[in-house]
C-alpha cells in the first residue's frame, strides 16, 4: 500500500496532477453553483428574468470564482476557464503540458457538475437546460454575431483583470479573488440578459452535454477565446511584463 502511495505521489509531481485536480474541483463548484442558481431563481421567480432572478444568477456565479480563487489560486492559479488558461499559455505564464491537463480537467469537472446537478434536479433543471446559456436574446436581435462579439467584450475585461490583478507583480496583495469575484458579478449582471453571460467554454460545455442543449453553441467558445487572448497579449506585454524588468 505505501508503495502505491509513492507512485501516485511521484505520477502526480511529474504531471502536476494536484494542480489539474485543483482546476477540475473549482469548475466543477462553479458549474453546479452557477447553474443551481439558474436553476433555483427559475423555480422561485418563474423561467422569465426577473431582478430577483438576476442578482440571484450574478451573486452565485461571482461567489463562486471569487472563493474558489482564494482556495485553490495558490495551487493552480484557479483559472478555472480554458479561456484564461489559454492565454496564460501563449504568454507562457503556464507550460503546455500543464496547460492542455488544465483545460481537460476543467472540462471534466464541469460535465460531473452538470450530471450531479441533473440526477439531484431532473425537473426543474431542465426547464433551464440545467443552466445552459441560451444563446442570444431577443435584446440583441438573437443575432450569433452580436452575441459573439459581446461574449469577446465581456472575456477581454474578465482576463484583463485576472493578469492585472492575480499575475501582475505590483497588484495589492490578497485582493485578487475579490475583483475576479466581482468582476464576474458584474459581467453577469449585464451579460445574462444579452448571452447568458458565459466568458468560459467549460462553463456552457457541462450543462450543453447534460442537457443536449447545443443552440449558438460556438459563440462561448470562439468569444470568450479570442477575446482572453486578446486582452492577454496587451496586458501582459503592455502591463505585466514592464512591471517584471
Known amino acids: 500500500?505505501?508503495?502505491?502511495?509513492?507512485?501516485?505521489?511521484?505520477?502526480?509531481?511529474?504531471?502536476?496532477?494536484?494542480?489539474w485536480f485543483a482546476e477540475a474541483i473549482s469548475t466543477f463548484c462553479l458549474v453546479f453553483f452557477g447553474p443551481l442558481s439558474v436553476v433555483m431563481a427559475a423555480a422561485q421567480f418563474g423561467t422569465?428574468?426577473?431582478?430577483?432572478?438576476?442578482?440571484?444568477?450574478?451573486?452565485?456565479h461571482g461567489s463562486a470564482i471569487g472563493l474558489m480563487v482564494y482556495a485553490f489560486g495558490h495551487v493552480s492559479g484557479a483559472h478555472i476557464n480554458p479561456a484564461v488558461t489559454i492565454p496564460m499559455m501563449i504568454t507562457r505564464k503556464i507550460g503546455i503540458l500543464d496547460g492542455i491537463g488544465y483545460i481537460v480537467f476543467q472540462c471534466i469537472g464541469a460535465i460531473?457538475?452538470?450530471?450531479?446537478?441533473?440526477?439531484?434536479?431532473p425537473e426543474i433543471g431542465a426547464k433551464v437546460n440545467y443552466g445552459t446559456q441560451g444563446g442570444p436574446s431577443e435584446l440583441i436581435g438573437t443575432s450569433a454575431m452580436s452575441g459573439f462579439a459581446l461574449e469577446l467584450v465581456f472575456t477581454f475585461f474578465l482576463?484583463?483583470?485576472?493578469f492585472m490583478t492575480a499575475v501582475h507583480k505590483k497588484a495589492p496583495a490578497g485582493m485578487y479573488g475579490l475583483v475576479i469575484g466581482g468582476m464576474i458579478f458584474l459581467l453577469h449582471l449585464v451579460g445574462v440578459p444579452l448571452t447568458g453571460a458565459s466568458m468560459n467554454p467549460a462553463r456552457t460545455l457541462g450543462p450543453a452535454i447534460a442537457s443536449g442543449y447545443w443552440e449558438f453553441h460556438w459563440i462561448y467558445w470562439a468569444g470568450p477565446i479570442i477575446g482572453g487572448i486578446i486582452a492577454g497579449l496587451i496586458m501582459n506585454y503592455v502591463f505585466v511584463k514592464k512591471a517584471e524588468n
Open 48 to 60: 422569465g428574468l426577473s431582478i430577483e432572478g438576476l442578482l440571484l444568477i450574478a451573486f452565485a
Open 159 to 162: 482576463v484583463t483583470v485576472i
Open 112 to 121: 460531473i457538475a452538470a450530471f450531479s446537478l441533473k440526477a439531484i434536479l
Open 1 to 19: 500500500m505505501r508503495i502505491f502511495y509513492i507512485v501516485i505521489d511521484v505520477v502526480l509531481f511529474m504531471v502536476n496532477g494536484r494542480a
